[in-house]
């Protein structure tokens, strides 16, 4: 079946511009995650939703990152003013249940450059 | 303060070979211990994972051996092939009651697996 999908892959952005990173977790997903991936690093969280419920957005490295899932499945991280430090590739993930053991399945992430 | 600790950076293995990658990690609360693959250019995808109730988990050629007391587990990678050459991400997860948490990830090590 499909996976998680992420578009744009690639966003080339001017420095103060705001940017929408869209997530589609795969179908019936209720978790859903952020990370962002600094080049030659690992992905660092970002912020978790269980359903349209944002219940942890303590990885968000500031104001101007907001993100959002507000039918439980589609989400959104919007970073408004664009910074040079935020560019990285930005990484979504669905899971199936909020129960530990239950695997968080990685999109292919959009690649953010801030010129 | 880097929670989870990766080595090496970087390893090169002879096709047959063994591959070996140690993490270590502080936290006590850390209760979920998965191995991701990455390609360039993919998502990190779920290879083996682990909880700390056992010290040692295989599947296939891959194998998590884990040390609760010294707070250390490592992957290894038996008779390495050309294919398995990638980006290892170590990782851990607290448990919020048996619930999910966000990873925090090593920083990796690059593979390269020589014919």
């Known amino acids: 079946g499909a996976g998680v999908s992420q578009s744009p892959r690639y966003k080339v952005a001017k420095r103060g511009q705001d940017v929408a990173l869209r997530c589609d977790p795969i179908?019936?997903?209720?978790?859903l995650f952020w990370y962002q991936q600094a080049l030659g690093q690992g992905p660092e969280f970002l912020t978790y939703f269980q359903n349209e419920a944002q219940l942890d957005k303590s990885g968000l490295p500031s104001d101007r990152f907001f993100a959002e899932r507000p039918e439980g499945s589609v989400s959104t991280l919007k970073i408004q003013r664009t910074q040079q430090e935020d560019s990285a590739v930005y990484l979504c993930?669905?899971?199936?249940?909020?129960?530990?053991?239950?695997?968080?399945?990685f999109g292919p992430g959009t690649r953010l450059t801030v010129t | 303060q880097q929670q989870v600790k990766q080595s090496p950076q970087s390893l090169i293995v002879q096709k047959g070979g063994i591959s070996i990658i140690n993490c270590a990690y502080e936290?006590?609360?850390?209760?979920?211990f998965p191995w991701y693959q990455q390609f360039p250019g993919k998502g990190p995808a779920l290879l083996i994972a682990?909880?700390?109730?056992?010290s040692e988990k295989k599947e296939g050629r891959f194998t998590i051996s884990f040390n609760k007391s010294a707070k250390q587990f490592s992957l290894h990678i038996m008779d390495s092939q050309p294919g398995d050459s990638a980006t290892y991400f170590c990782?851990?997860?607290?448990?919020?009651?048996?619930?999910?948490?966000?990873?925090?990830f090593g920083k990796g090590t690059k593979l390269s697996v020589k014919p």
């Open positions: 936290n006590t609360a850390f209760d979920y």
């Open positions: 179908s019936g997903h209720v978790s």
């Open positions: 682990i909880r700390p109730d056992v």
């Open positions: 990782a851990a997860s607290p448990s919020y009651g048996g619930s999910q948490g966000n990873l925090i």
């Open positions: 993930a669905s899971s199936l249940a909020i129960e530990l053991d239950y695997e968080q399945y």
